[in-house]
């Protein structure tokens, strides 16, 4: 008798077992306050990516639009 799929079970079910999490639930702690939010912080940061990010995206995706506006603006083909 083959014994191959019982084995391949016992094996994956140690496998399952050893990535199973001890707490599956978060527990808030007791003796310490949660860190503060440094909104100041992000907002400046989003800002100097957004100001990074509109302007590339804007010629990555929008230079077909300007060559065709620059080849019917000369009269090209």
């Given at each position: 008798m083959n014994n191959t799929p019982r084995?391949?079970?016992a094996i994956m079910k140690r496998t399952a077992r050893a990535f199973k999490e001890e707490h599956p639930f978060f527990i808030y702690p007791k003796?310490?306050?949660a860190?503060?939010?440094?909104?100041?912080f992000f907002i400046q940061r989003l800002?100097?990516?957004a100001g990074?990010?509109?302007p590339i995206m804007t010629m990555f995706f929008g230079?077909?639009?300007?060559?065709?506006y620059i080849i019917t603006k000369t009269g090209g083909p």
């Open positions: 084995l391949f079970n003796n310490t306050r860190q503060p939010v440094h909104a100041k800002g100097r990516t990074m990010y509109v230079w077909p639009f300007f060559g065709k």
